[in-house]
C-alpha cells in the first residue's frame, strides 16, 4: 500500500451525504489492497478515510456524481474558501455568482440527504457541523487528498469490468440498504446482479447492510452477518436513532 505520507488522508468527509459511511469507516476492516473501488459510493467516507489509496468511485445520482468530478477535476484550495458562510436562511445558492461545483458543495453541506433540487439555506446550514467556517477551511485543506481518483456514474458497470482485473483490489460496496430510505430511485435497486457479480469477486470485499428497522427482516441476497449498532440520528436526552448494520465480508481469491 502507498505510504500516507505520500499523499495526505483527509480527516473528514468532503460533503454530507446520509449513509457516508465515515463515521463508521474506523470499524469496517482495513484495506488490504492498494486499490479501493466504491461502485455505489455517496459520500465515499470509507475511501476518505484511506484516501492515500488509488480510488475509484462510481456515483449513479447525478448531483452527487457532479459533485465527486468536480472535487477531484477542478477544486482547488481556493475555489473551496471562496464559497460564502452565514448566507441567510431561505437563500437560492444557484443565484451565488459560483462555478456549479461549488454550488453543489454549498448545497450538500444543507442537509444531510440533499437529493433532489432543494437549493435553499437550511434553518441549521449555519450551525456547527454544517457549512461554517471551520469545516470550509477543512474541505479546503482536505480535497488535496482526492485529485489521484477517479469517478464514474454507473456502479454496475464499474463493478462488472473490475472484475477482468488482476490486481489486488478492495471492494466497498455500500449500495441503497434493501429496507431503508430509497433516495428517489426511479427504477428498483437489482440486488441480484449485485450478489451474483460479488460472488466473482477477487481480493477483499466488504459489503454494507442493515436489518429493517420497522420488521427487523435481515436481506438475504448475500449471507450478511451483524456488524454493529450505528447512531442514524442525534437526538435531545440521549434519544439517538440506531440501525442494526450488517456486512458482507470475504478476503480470497
Same mark, same amino acid.
Given at each position: ?10 480527516? %473528514?468527509?468532503?460533503?454530507? +451525504?446520509?449513509?457516508?459511511? +465515515? ?44 459533485? +465527486? ?31 456549479? %461545483? ?46 489521484? +481518483? ?52 477477487? %481480493? ?33 436526552? %440521549? ?15
Amino acid at each position: 500500500m502507498p505510504s500516507q505520507n505520500r499523499i495526505k488522508t483527509a480527516r %473528514g468527509p468532503l460533503f454530507k +451525504w446520509f449513509g457516508s459511511k +465515515w463515521q463508521n469507516s474506523r470499524y469496517y476492516p482495513a484495506p488490504h489492497a492498494s486499490k479501493i473501488i466504491e461502485p455505489f459510493a455517496g459520500g465515499a467516507g470509507y475511501s476518505l478515510r484511506f484516501s492515500h489509496c488509488d480510488v475509484k468511485l462510481a456515483e449513479t445520482d447525478p448531483h452527487i456524481s457532479e459533485l +465527486w468530478a468536480w472535487l477531484i477535476n477542478d477544486a482547488t484550495e481556493e475555489l473551496v474558501m471562496e464559497i460564502p458562510v452565514d448566507i441567510p436562511v431561505g437563500f437560492d445558492i444557484r443565484i451565488i455568482p459560483m462555478a456549479k %461545483g461549488q454550488q453543489l458543495l454549498l448545497k450538500n453541506w444543507q442537509r444531510t440527504n440533499n437529493v433532489g433540487d432543494c437549493w435553499t439555506i437550511s434553518p441549521w446550514g449555519n450551525m456547527p457541523g454544517q457549512w461554517t467556517e471551520n469545516a470550509r477551511t477543512r474541505v479546503s485543506r482536505d480535497v488535496s487528498c482526492v485529485k489521484h +481518483w477517479e469517478v464514474r456514474e454507473d456502479g454496475f458497470e464499474l463493478l462488472e469490468s473490475a472484475l477482468r482485473e488482476d490486481r489486488e483490489i478492495t471492494w466497498f460496496i455500500d449500495p441503497v440498504y434493501m429496507f431503508n430510505y430509497k433516495y428517489r430511485m426511479k427504477t428498483e435497486f437489482d440486488y441480484e446482479r449485485l450478489s451474483n457479480a460479488v460472488f466473482k469477486l477477487k %481480493g477483499q470485499v466488504i459489503v454494507c447492510e442493515a436489518v429493517c428497522p420497522k420488521t427487523n427482516a435481515v436481506p438475504d441476497y448475500l449471507p450478511f452477518k451483524f456488524f454493529r449498532n450505528s447512531v442514524t440520528s442525534r437526538r435531545s436526552q %440521549g434519544n439517538n436513532t440506531h440501525s442494526k448494520e450488517l456486512m458482507y465480508y470475504k478476503n480470497a481469491d
